[in-house]
């Protein structure tokens, strides 16, 4: 079965440090992978995607994202965190074959920035 | 242009009351997404909508729940006979098309508290 695993669900990190949050999947076939941010009162918006190519993503607001197939993880990054980047983030994955409503979504990792 | 809209933005309700919940998608997005958000939980996939096809129901938890999507735009999500446990964050998303590869556009969600 499909499954979307964030491990962290909460991390503190000081304004100006890097950031990376991790995200595991399980997927038969060949994974779609996402990214997204919820700020509070906000919806969700995504910060990068992954089909295929380069193994390494750019998104917005300066996040990065790198596939590692034999790792089974999509995990994010950030090399100077804003206290803006304050937010939830949630990794989501779904596949080719499937239908969009069923990509299945991670559980969320909460990033709290300190100055 | 405007973005997904949502309506009303919380809603506290009696046990056992029906409620309804408003999406106004993006114009011109012919896909639309309904998903719940409960606390510490990822997003879960409720029902799918894509022009005029039947839609995908296969995430409705049980036959409470039930949503419509009038001339292809607005959607609304019908809960009956409310319970505690359907607290929750419901979230509306519209897509251009239903292909893998377009951007869910998320509206900032309907909180829903049930007493």
């Known amino acids: 079965a499909q499954s979307v695993t964030q491990p962290d669900i909460h991390i503190t990190v000081s304004e100006g440090a890097s950031l990376e949050l991790r995200c595991n999947y399980s997927y038969g076939a060949t994974p779609y992978l996402f990214w997204y941010v919820q700020s509070p009162g906000q919806g969700l918006q995504l910060l990068l995607k992954?089909?295929?190519?380069?193994?390494l993503v750019q998104g917005i607001k300066g996040f990065e994202a790198e596939f590692k197939r034999s790792q089974s993880s999509f995990n994010l990054r950030k090399p100077s965190v804003h206290w803006s980047d304050a937010a939830e983030y949630f990794c989501a994955v779904g596949a080719l074959t499937d239908s969009w409503g069923k990509f299945q979504f991670g559980a969320g990792t909460q990033v709290v920035v300190t100055p | 242009g405007a973005g997904v809209s949502q309506s009303p933005s919380n809603k506290v309700t009696e046990k056992g009351k029906d409620v309804e919940l408003r999406c106004d998608p993006i114009?011109?997005?012919?896909?639309l997404y309904w998903y719940r958000q409960s606390l510490g939980q990822g997003l879960e996939f409720l029902i799918y909508?894509?022009?005029?096809?039947?839609?995908?129901k296969s995430g409705l938890p049980s036959d409470r729940f039930s949503a419509e999507r009038t001339g292809g735009s607005v959607s609304t999500l019908t809960i009956q006979r409310t319970q505690q446990e359907d607290s929750a964050v419901y979230l509306c998303?519209?897509?251009?098309?239903?292909?893998?590869?377009?951007?869910?556009?998320f509206g900032p969600g309907t909180r829903l508290t049930v007493l």
């Open positions: 992954y089909f295929s190519g380069d193994t």
């Open positions: 909508f894509q022009g005029n096809s039947a839609p995908d």
């Open positions: 114009s011109g997005h012919t896909a």
């Open positions: 998303a519209s897509s251009f098309t239903s292909g893998v590869g377009d951007t869910q556009y």
